[in-house]
């Protein structure tokens, strides 16, 4: 409920909350429901919507709760702003970014067009300062955004492998100090991976006139990108020659850039609107629910498209790409209670099976829903020079966002994450700390008999509880947490998702405080081989005074592991907001 006070639910001019959650769950499916009177068709959804989101089996990105309704209109969580290779473009992206902030969306950009430091400006004959120097300026218009008034500012910050400035770029957030508003992406090519893989060199060229300005070695650029990540966890990998590969409208141009936690790659000026899923309620017995899955995907899709219609977008040219390709991303959250619920160890073969068979039913059922709406309302304007076959009324369908937030509203896991913890610590009101149990835990353990304040007390002292013997083996086999589970089989089911997502799937591979530089790269080099289509790694207590050793006394996100920044009480992440 604090979340919900704070960031969500309406005020008055006094700052005084004038609605309960059912209240804004109504004013969110009335707002998207009556974009049908536009079509004459589809009747009674506000009540479908009502319930879904009441129940908390599904549930929009932040933007659509806080703004549905009321005066700002912009339901988009996920921004992409063209960064183009003169002052003009590079403040004009600047402002927009700020616009878009302002109404609570992420901004992913892409610096890649910028000239390199020291670069000749012909225009005044002095020298180019570089993406890196204009990124700082970037990162100081976000610190002073703070998001529609409740969420805090947030980039993603891509720059090419290829740009001479990359090794500057790798590096940047070193200090623990700079960029803190960005997230830092190396758009990564599969020439570079292989040439890494080979030992051989490439060239570092020139953006502004394509020439080559020295080649270096690819595995030494690599193992710079693990040792950062390693230390301060950025920058993360996007393969973006994965992601172009399933670019749905090549000929509107290529995908440079991703939403801030990676999960959409889109197009300039586009953006995308989320909403997912809640696993845990679509068990029923230790098993799938396969049908209430489908009915809840089904609402999911046509709640999606209506909030296109819905949008009151901040950027004129926002609108216009958006509307020719009507993208939308519906994931899932509390994958790993469902994975609890099951009796299944998160990473298991049989977990595996279970999330390509899971990902392939809600992509089927999400294509056959947004098919049916074609047939009535339209396919998306820009079909016939898409890869898509129609009719269909998005590009995309499908995307799995890290759902920091709307999984805590939700009361279950996040994305597809494994637990980080099985007790953590969040802090309340007055600087008040609360230590929480996973609930499903605390469950098993009263039906099991072991449930003892004693028990409590030494979970709350670590992040793994395999060698408490307190414990059931068959209960520890299941709650496994993030440093249970080895990186190889997290990115592993990573790959199970994408397969079957159309977007991108957002993934913190979380490592303990030993693992390596080398483990880094490995991962890297693993995700790509499998298909990812980016992958980003924390390694515990890579930021001194923020995440820290004892569960009593860390400062992290339960969902990422990451530094949890606290205003007035209202835990916010970072990295996944």
């Known amino acids: 409920m604090l979340i919900l006070e704070k960031r969500y639910l309406m005020k008055d001019e006094n700052g005084q909350t004038i609605e309960t959650p059912e209240q804004m769950f109504r004013r969110v499916a009335s707002n998207v429901a009556a974009v049908n009177e536009l079509y004459g068709d589809r009747g009674n959804e506000e009540e479908e919507f009502f319930q879904a989101m009441r129940s908390l089996e599904f549930l929009p990105n932040s933007p659509t709760l806080m ?3 009321t005066s700002i209109q912009q339901l988009s969580a996920c921004f992409v702003i063209p960064v183009g290779d003169s002052i003009e473009s590079i403040y004009d992206a600047i402002k927009y970014g ?3 902030q302002q109404t609570g969306g992420g901004v992913g950009f892409s610096f890649s067009n910028l000239r390199p430091e020291g670069d000749i400006v012909r225009s005044t004959g002095g020298v ?6 204009f990124m700082t300026v970037f990162d100081a218009a976000t610190n002073s955004i703070k998001q529609g008034g409740r969420r805090r500012g ?7 492998v290829d740009h001479p400035d990359i090794e500057r770029f790798i590096g940047v957030k070193e200090d623990l100090s700079s960029l803190s508003n960005f997230n830092l992406s190396v758009a990564v ?4 991976m292989d040439r890494a893989a080979h030992g051989e060199g490439y060239d570092l060229v020139n953006p502004r006139d394509g020439t080559k300005v020295r080649t270096i070695s690819a595995s030494y650029i690599l193992e710079r990108m693990a040792t950062s990540a390693w230390r301060v966890g950025d920058p993360g990998a996007l393969f973006i020659d994965t992601v172009n590969r399933d670019n749905p409208t090549p000929e509107q141009g290529n995908i440079d850039a991703t939403n801030p936690c990676g999960e959409v790659p889109l197009l300039p000026f586009e953006a995308c609107n989320l909403g997912s899923v809640n696993l845990d309620r679509m068990a029923s017995d230790g098993k799938v629910d396969w049908d209430h899955l489908a009915r809840t995907v089904d609402l999911g899709i046509r709640f999606l498209d209506n909030v296109i219609d819905a949008n009151r977008f901040p950027l004129v040219q926002t609108a216009e790409v958006v509307k020719m390709n009507r993208k939308i991303g519906l994931g ?3 994958f790993a209670d469902l994975l609890v619920r099951m009796g299944l160890p998160y990473g298991s073969s049989a977990s595996l099976r279970l999330a390509d068979k ?7 059922r999400a294509e056959r829903t947004s098919r049916t709406i074609a047939e009535s309302r339209g396919s998306f304007p820009s079909i016939d020079a898409s890869i898509i076959k129609g009719p269909r009324r998005n590009a995309t369908l499908l995307s799995i966002a890290p ?6 509203i939700a009361g279950c896991s996040s994305g597809i994450e494994p637990y980080y913890a099985v007790s953590y610590s969040r802090r309340a009101l007055e600087g008040q700390r609360l230590y929480e149990v996973l609930p499903l835990f605390k469950e098993a353990a009263r039906k099991g008999g072991f449930l003892s304040p004693e028990l409590l007390e030494k979970i709350a002292g670590t992040r793994s509880i395999q060698g408490l013997k307190d414990v059931p083996s068959d209960v520890r086999q299941v709650f496994l947490t993030a440093h249970d589970i080895p990186p190889g089989d997290q990115i592993d089911m990573q790959a199970a998702f994408q397969r079957h997502v159309d977007n991108a799937v957002s993934k913190t591979i979380n490592l303990s405080a030993s693992a390596t530089w080398a483990d880094v790269r490995h991962i890297f080099i693993h995700a790509h081989r499998r298909g990812c289509k980016g992958i980003t790694v924390y390694r515990e207590g890579s930021r001194p005074d923020q995440v820290l050793t004892s569960t009593r006394n860390r400062r992290c996100c339960p969902v990422c592991g990451r530094f949890v920044h606290s205003e007035e009480g209202a835990m916010q992440c970072d990295t996944c907001g």
């Open 189 to 192: 090519t599969d020439d570079f």
């Open 403 to 408: 759902t920091g937030t709307i999984s805590l």
């Open 98 to 100: 700020a616009i878009v």
């Open 67 to 69: 703004n549905a309704g």
């Open 154 to 160: 947030a980039n993603m910050g891509v720059l090419r």
């Open 358 to 364: 899971l990902m392939a039913f809600i992509r089927e």
């Open 332 to 334: 899932i959250m509390g």
């Open 128 to 133: 180019a300062s570089g993406p890196v120097s």
